[in-house]
């Protein structure tokens, strides 16, 4: 329990130094939080679509890239931080799909199909771009719901962790989750690459 305690409070004090501009904390940071950043880009992973060309390391090195050049001066703790690494690799999967799909045309099997379950239900046969055009949806409407969304999904977090990073209450991460789920049901199910 004593090195967990150490590494937490280790972790939490390099998040402090790198929100201060120290970009050697990241660094420092990366070995203490890798498998969990591994684990975390295995799960989105596994939320592609088969066949897709981008590996767990590779995703989780390109987050690292991406952070290093990121000042980001509120990162207060572990939670806070994977939600922020979560963020960065969303939009990884988004540029590799984009990148992909250049010049390919859009045909019926690229549309999305959730089952009838009110949960943002997504496997393997999610869009990630039908999902992405349908968060930014959601950010016009509702940003704190985006913001739910990407933490509970993207970053894995539970909904005390949520309530926590947003400084909300439990019982509104709950509502929150609940309702965009369904929006973002909806929305998909309206085959947003259609226009």
């Known amino acids: 329990m004593a090195v967990d305690e150490d590494r937490t409070t280790q972790v939490t004090r390099l998040l402090a130094l790198w929100g201060d501009g120290d970009a050697a904390a990241l660094d420092e940071l990366f070995p203490l939080v890798y498998d969990e950043l591994r684990r975390l880009a295995a799960g989105l992973l596994r939320r592609e679509r088969p ?3 981008l590996e767990t390391a590779a995703l989780v090195h ?20 994977l939600a922020v690494a979560a963020q960065a690799m969303r939009r990884i999967l988004v540029d590799h799909a984009r990148r992909q799909r250049a010049g390919k045309r ?7 199909a959730l089952d009838q379950a009110p949960e943002l239900a997504v496997g393997s046969g999610l869009d990630v771009l039908a999902l992405n ?3 930014s949806r959601l950010t016009e409407v509702n940003p704190r719901q ?10 894995g977090l539970s909904n005390e962790e949520v309530a926590e990073v947003l400084a909300v209450s439990l019982a509104t991460v ?8 369904l929006w973002l049901r909806r929305e998909l199910e309206r085959s947003p690459l259609d226009g």
């Open 146 to 155: 985006t913001r739910v969304v990407e933490l509970r999904y993207f970053a």
């Open 62 to 81: 390109e987050a690292y890239f991406r952070l290093t050049g990121r000042r980001e001066a509120s990162v207060k703790d572990r939670a806070h931080f």
């Open 106 to 112: 859009i045909g019926p099997r690229d549309k999305v």
């Open 51 to 53: 066949g897709h060309t």
């Open 174 to 181: 709950e509502r929150d989750w609940h309702a965009a789920r």
């Open 133 to 135: 055009y349908a968060l």
